[in-house]
């Protein structure tokens, strides 16, 4: 390999138009409802409370807190508070019991899949007096295509008229203003261009503008040259028009769907993640459908739980409670007698010095008795020890990440997860559930035909297209706002584009690889790559290939109708599905919720609207001016001592735990408070950015992912060994996760081949 310098010298980069410091959400503002807001500016319009009233991230008043029932309800709460009256989810599920009887068993409505449909779905739901259920097979909400693909809201203007597609994607897109203004999620309505290069070019933007015109979407528009480059300087300079959109936006898309799950939670729905759905039969006398869920969790974990049962750290069953207490009143009966003869002065003094002895003996097994006796009625924990560690021990006994090796998940894997799958983790079975439903959805996404043919619904095969990406550094986000795209493929449809994502970075693709097609799902790392970079630099010439950090890959659940299937099953209408839905699916996701229950309607819902419902959800990230009031250094010298001590939230509002994206402890800590369950890294850096830098939780730099591992053992009181880290390589293209320079001149290189 040449060295660096006579690499550019070979491939020299053209020379960029000047910075425009475009903004960046969470830097110095925010985007909010679709527009931006300077950090001054917040509070004012409604982004966020004024910033002390509140601490835990739990400004706006929740439904339990205005519900009449609360101290009823709560009696169904599965999980206890950390010991400062905080609650924390339990592990795997919600926290409070929302079936009809209180059994965890029975349900109006049980939801499969909590992807962007899906929490969508419950989100909507929760506006009603409702018991629903949302199950996701993967470790989080969100981890499925949620997770891999470009956040984009589409307008609908390539959508075929007369399709799903069509009658879902624009109205889907003007509700994500007012979405966002009560979720709080983070929406850009940065608009999108569909780039012409020659005259025939030219003809397909007027044909995409009529059609989208056709499927209601305003205010398209074609560009002249001249006022494609006023706007956007940096694309391709062969372009000579584009389509613009400016209804267009985007998001982050796991935060999207987060923010649906978690109010959706906060209005009553219960979630468990990590199960998956084995069987579906249907009770003809009671009209339920009888669902068996599997439910499954690492091996970590299960050899966590393992080791503190052989240490006695099990909670104790009611025999063993029963035994621990007769043991505690037959000790206590001994220190008695062995006290009395000790100051019994008829006694011969060897008999008196034996006594005291055996009583100083049974003293010390007394309080063994005594802690076995309140464990068993109190329930122990074998990470509360970690309340009143030392921050910097909790960081030493956290495994450090991996960044090497392993292999990739497959591509049945990333229906069920991906990186969140149990073969990611080696995930085991540890329980099956039985759960009943008046009604079933079906918005598995890539399991979806699976879901439907256990109650024998073969009406429809889902056909999964990967689309892979490249994710570079923010300093490559000022070339463009709008979101770029290329004439549309008549087959492969919108094709690889770039954009600049909400938080600032590049993104390029995606790819379109058909996995019935063996040349497209078997293509290399590095023809992927070299697809992608030849692609996009035909957009935009002048990003820099070596500044990408990371790389991801999405299945879209594609099927063999050609359009979304968003209908009541012929085999049972009481299953509704929202399945095989690709792209623009996030942007239809709203207005296909809606769609949704008035086919749970039809098919005899009866629904009465709740008047607790709360529409609102404080974000979980600060908008940051700089370093301003903000303290970065080793593990130990800023950090918290966590909810062990009183006041010491200010501290760790001004704790740095992640260098690259400065996010702070209290950050984690606030996340931790919300209602979904969290106990991974992956969770966390999905909701708060820890550990999605440049840096992507290098040791080396400022071991942020064990500084966060470290705060999720301490706040939910379980051993470090149970916080689950970001698997390695996933879905990713890169060789490795920390990607050397040998790596950036190979991308370089692969820009450059064609």
Not at 71 to 76: I, L, S
Not at 151 to 174: F, L, M, S
Not at 243 to 260: C, K
Not at 466 to 473: E, H, S, T, V
Request: proline residues 5%.
């Amino acid at each position: 390999m040449p060295p660096n310098d006579t690499l550019q010298g070979q491939h020299q980069l053209p020379k960029a138009p000047p910075n425009r410091k475009l903004p960046q959400h969470g830097v110095n503002g925010v985007y909010y409802g679709g527009e931006w807001v300077d950090i001054e500016d917040c509070v004012k319009k409604g982004y966020t409370l004024k910033p002390n009233s509140s601490s835990s991230g739990d400004q706006f008043q929740s439904k339990c807190q205005s519900c009449p029932n609360k101290n009823t309800c709560h009696k169904n709460n599965k999980n206890g508070d950390n010991g400062k009256g905080i609650t924390i989810a339990p592990r795997s599920t919600s926290a409070l019991d929302s079936s009809k009887d209180g059994s965890g068993k029975l349900y109006d409505i049980c939801i499969i899949g909590a992807g962007c449909i899906g929490s969508a779905i419950a989100r909507e739901l929760s506006k009603y007096q409702l018991s629903v259920l949302l199950l996701e097979a993967a470790d989080d909400v969100s981890q499925g295509a949620t997770k891999g693909n470009s956040g984009i809201v589409h307008a609908g203007y390539d959508d075929k008229p007369n399709t799903n597609r069509a009658k879902y994607c624009w109205k889907g897109n003007q509700m994500f203003e007012a979405l966002d203004k009560e979720l709080r999620f983070g929406y850009q309505k940065n608009g999108s261009l569909v780039l012409a290069l020659n005259e025939k070019e030219i003809e397909v933007l007027h044909d995409l503008m009529k059609r989208g015109e056709t499927n209601g979407v305003q205010n398209l528009k074609i560009l002249s040259k001249d006022e494609l480059f006023e706007m956007e300087p940096a694309v391709n300079p062969s372009a000579i028009a584009a389509l613009y959109s400016p209804d267009a936006g985007n998001v982050i898309p796991y935060e999207y769907a987060i923010a649906l799950a978690e109010n959706a939670v906060d209005n009553g729905v219960e979630v468990r993640i990590r199960r998956e759905v084995v069987d579906i039969t249907k009770d003809n006398e009671s009209g339920e459908f009888i669902l068996r869920v599997k439910h499954w969790e690492p091996k970590s974990y299960i050899d966590s739980r393992k080791t503190y049962a052989a240490d006695g750290g099990e909670t104790p069953n009611g025999f063993q409670k029963v035994l621990h207490g007769c043991v505690l009143v037959s000790t206590c009966f001994m220190i008695a007698m062995g006290a009395y003869m000790a100051a019994d002065d008829k006694l011969h003094p060897e008999a008196r010095q034996q006594a005291n002895i055996v009583t100083l003996v049974m003293i010390v097994a007394g309080f063994s008795s005594l802690s076995s006796f309140v464990k068993s009625f109190g329930g122990f924990n074998p990470g509360e020890h970690l309340a009143k560690m030392p921050f910097e021990r909790i960081v030493e006994k956290v495994s450090a990440p991996s960044g090497s090796g392993g292999a990739k998940v497959s591509v049945e894997d990333m229906f069920v997860g991906g990186s969140g799958s149990p073969d990611a983790v080696e995930g085991k079975t540890v329980g099956e559930e039985t759960i009943k439903a008046k009604y079933v959805i079906n918005s598995a996404g890539g399991a979806s035909d699976k879901m439907a043919r256990l109650i024998g619904d073969d009406s429809f095969q889902i056909k999964p297209r990967l689309g892979d990406y490249l994710l570079l550094n923010r300093n490559q986000g000022h070339l463009t706002q709008k979101t770029i795209f290329p004439c549309p493929d008549p087959i492969l449809g919108k094709g690889v584009l770039v954009q600049t994502t909400l938080w600032g970075n590049l993104i390029l693709g995606p790819t379109a690889r058909d996995t019935y097609k063996p040349e497209a799902r078997d293509m290399s790392d590095e023809s992927v790559q070299e697809y992608i970079l030849s692609k996009c630099k035909k957009l935009c010439p002048y990003f820099d290939p070596k500044e990408t950090f990371h790389a991801f890959c999405g299945a879209r659940a594609k099927n063999s109708r050609g359009d979304w299937i968003i209908e009541r099953s012929s085999k049972d209408g009481n299953f509704i599905h929202a399945a095989g839905i690709d792209s623009p699916g996030l942007a239809g996701s709203p207005a296909i919720a809606l769609e949704i229950v008035r086919l749970l309607k039809e098919a005899g819902l009866v629904t009465k609207s709740d008047p607790n419902f709360n529409p609102h959800r404080e974000p979980i990230i600060t908008p940051k001016k700089g370093m301003r009031g903000l303290k970065m250094g080793p593990v130990g010298k800023n950090d918290s001592k966590g909810p062990a001590v009183d006041g010491d939230e200010e501290r760790m509002r001004t704790n740095v735990v992640c260098k690259c994206e400065k996010v702070t402890e209290l950050e984690i800590v606030r996340a931790m408070r919300r209602s979904l369950p969290i106990d991974s890294t992956q969770a966390m850096r999905k909701r708060t950015r820890a550990g999605m830098g440049h840096c992507q939780g290098d040791v080396e730099n400022y071991n942020c992912e064990c500084r966060v591992k470290a705060i999720i053992a301490r706040e939910a009181r379980i051993p470090a060994e149970e916080v689950g880290g970001r698997p390695w390589p996933a879905t990713s293209t890169l060789k490795k996760r920390w990607i050397d320079d040998s790596e950036r001149n190979d991308l370089l290189e692969r820009m450059m081949a064609k």
